[in-house]
C-alpha cells in the first residue's frame, strides 16, 4: 500500500498572495514563516525559480507562523498582511526575508516607514491585530494540507516531499509543466 502525497485542502484564490499569471502551467504554493532560518535560506532559491521560469510559474505565499518556536513569526505575518493593506505585500515579505534576525515590533515599524507606508496606519494595523484571523486561517489551511514545518511547497496542488534546493526544485516543477528551462 502506497501512501498517498497530500494536496492542498484551500485551492488557490484571487486572495492569495500571487506572482504570476493565474493561466502559468505551474502554480508553486510556499507555507511559510518570516522567522524560520530555513525559509530564509529558500527565500533567494523562489526568487531564482521565479526568474528562471518567468510567465510559466505562479508563485503564491502563505503564511505558516510556527509560534512555538518563533516568537515573531505570527506578528512578522501580520505585518505582511498589513502592508497588503497598502499594496505592499511583497515588498514587505522581501525585506521581512532580508531582515529575518530583527522581526520585533519596532523594527516592523521602521520596515513599514522604510517602504513608505502610513506607518500610524500599519502601527495601528498591528497593534490591534487586524489581521491575525487572515494568518490563522492560513495557518490552519496548512495544517489540513499536511503541512508540518516550514517551508513546505505544493507544485499543483501536490506537497513537494523532497528538498527545496535549487535544482530539486527546478527538477520537480519541470515535471509538473512538462516545460524544461
Same mark, same amino acid.
Given at each position: 500500500?502506497?501512501?498517498?502525497?497530500?494536496?492542498?485542502?484551500?485551492?488557490?484564490?484571487?486572495?492569495?498572495?500571487?506572482?504570476?499569471?493565474?493561466?502559468? /502551467?505551474?502554480?508553486?504554493?510556499?507555507?511559510?514563516?518570516?522567522?524560520? /532560518?530555513?525559509?530564509?535560506?529558500?527565500? /533567494?532559491?523562489?526568487?531564482?525559480?521565479?526568474?528562471?521560469?518567468?510567465?510559466?510559474?505562479?508563485?503564491?505565499?502563505?503564511?505558516?507562523?510556527?509560534?512555538?518556536?518563533?516568537?515573531?513569526?505570527?506578528?512578522?505575518?501580520?505585518?505582511?498582511?498589513?502592508?497588503?493593506?497598502?499594496?505592499?505585500?511583497? /515588498?514587505?515579505?522581501?525585506?521581512?526575508?532580508?531582515?529575518?534576525?530583527?522581526?520585533?515590533?519596532?523594527?516592523?515599524?521602521?520596515?513599514?516607514?522604510?517602504?513608505?507606508?502610513?506607518?500610524?496606519?500599519?502601527?495601528?494595523?498591528?497593534?490591534?491585530?487586524?489581521?491575525?484571523?487572515?494568518?490563522?486561517?492560513?495557518?490552519?489551511?496548512?495544517?489540513?494540507?499536511?503541512?508540518?514545518?516550514?517551508?513546505?511547497?505544493?507544485?499543483?496542488?501536490?506537497?513537494?516531499?523532497?528538498?527545496?534546493?535549487?535544482?530539486?526544485?527546478?527538477?520537480?516543477?519541470?515535471?509538473?509543466?512538462?516545460?524544461?528551462?
Amino acid at each position: 500500500m502506497t501512501e498517498e502525497t497530500p494536496t492542498l485542502s484551500l485551492p488557490v484564490t484571487a486572495e492569495d498572495h500571487a506572482q504570476g499569471p493565474a493561466t502559468a /502551467p505551474v502554480t508553486l504554493v510556499e507555507y511559510g514563516d518570516f522567522e524560520c /532560518p530555513y525559509c530564509g535560506r529558500a527565500h /533567494p532559491i523562489v526568487k531564482a525559480i521565479q526568474e528562471r521560469f518567468g510567465d510559466e510559474l505562479r508563485f503564491v505565499f502563505r503564511n505558516f507562523p510556527l509560534s512555538q518556536v518563533h516568537p515573531h513569526a505570527v506578528h512578522a505575518a501580520e505585518a505582511a498582511e498589513a502592508a497588503d493593506a497598502q499594496n505592499a505585500f511583497w /515588498p514587505m515579505h522581501d525585506y521581512l526575508f532580508e531582515h529575518q534576525r530583527a522581526l520585533a515590533d519596532e523594527d516592523l515599524i521602521r520596515y513599514a516607514g522604510d517602504l513608505g507606508l502610513d506607518v500610524d496606519h500599519f502601527t495601528t494595523d498591528l497593534t490591534d491585530a487586524v489581521y491575525e484571523e487572515k494568518v490563522r486561517a492560513h495557518f490552519m489551511s496548512g495544517v489540513r494540507s499536511g503541512v508540518n514545518g516550514t517551508p513546505t511547497f505544493f507544485i499543483n496542488g501536490a506537497r513537494h516531499d523532497d528538498s527545496y534546493e535549487f535544482d530539486i526544485l527546478v527538477s520537480a516543477i519541470e515535471r509538473a509543466s512538462g516545460v524544461r528551462k
